[in-house]
T-cell receptor
Framework: AQKVTQAQTEISVVEKEDVTLDCVYETRDTTYYLFWYKQPPSGELVFLIRRNSFDEQNEISGRYSWNFQKSTSSFNFTITASQVVDSAVYFC???????????FGGGTRVLVKP | SQTIHQWPATLVQPVGSPLSLECTVEGTSNPNLYWYRQAAGRGLQLLFYSVGIGQISSEVPQNLSASRPQDRQFILSSKKLLLSDSGFYLCACGWGANSPLHFGNGTRLTVT
């Protein structure tokens, strides 16, 4: 069975601080996919990034960066110089090779204060 | 690109009443379709998914059912709602393991 754990339920930071969201996953698949989604207060989920299990390169997109470490089964997400608009719930998700039935973590609520 | 239409946006229903939530997808044909539920302050729970017309897989035994009468239409139903059915229901679509899921705007259901 697949499992995704986001141990941090809520993180509060002041604007311009960096914030790192932890994600630890469990799977027996050798091929799998990891995702991060953002859920702003309006409710819809917005796709941020997909990473497959064979690509351990870290990725940076603007103020967002992701650190994939297969050895520790982690796929952490860092927001650099946070802004109020980053306030949202962030979900890490895991999908197996058989299809894109995603297993989501419990989410981490990020509150960025001005 | 894909667009997911989900309605209604909010719904308040009494216990014991029926439910019908509809989701339609614009764009590429033959999507995989999903219903997720998010309880207040909780993560997303997969309820049903479908890989084709009339093909429904249930992830969690419950008071709900799903149907897919057309390729791009996915319906979530209940004959008699329970208080525990309250939550935020999200429809999603995807095309295989390489692509991310695209989500609709969700329906916030309150059962009173």
């Amino acid at each position: 069975a697949q499992k995704v754990t986001q141990a941090q339920t809520e993180i509060s930071v002041v604007e311009k601080e960096d914030v790192t969201l932890d994600c630890v996953y469990e799977t027996r698949d050798t091929t799998y996919y990891l995702f991060w989604y953002k859920q702003p207060p309006s409710g819809e989920l917005v796709f941020l990034i997909r990473r497959n299990s064979f690509d351990e390169q870290n990725e940076i997109s603007g103020r967002y960066s992701w650190n994939f470490q297969k050895s520790t089964s982690s796929f952490n997400f860092t927001i650099t110089a946070s802004q109020v608009v980053d306030s949202a719930v962030y979900f890490c998700a895991l999908g197996g090779a058989a299809g894109n039935k995603l297993t989501f973590g419990g989410g981490t609520r990020v509150l960025v204060k001005p | 690109s894909q667009t997911i239409h989900q309605w209604p946006a909010t719904l308040v229903q009494p216990v014991g009443s029926p439910l019908s939530l509809e989701c339609t997808v614009e764009g590429t044909s033959n999507p995989n379709l999903y219903w997720y539920r998010q309880a207040a302050g909780r993560g997303l729970q997969l309820l049903f998914y479908s890989v084709g017309i009339g093909q429904i897989s249930s992830e969690v035994p419950q008071n709900l059912s799903a149907s897919r009468p057309q390729d791009r239409q996915f319906i979530l139903s209940s004959k008699k709602l329970l208080l525990s059915d309250s939550g935020f229901y999200l429809c999603a679509c995807g095309w295989g393991a390489n692509s991310p899921l695209h989500f609709g705007n969700g329906t916030r259901l309150t059962v009173t």
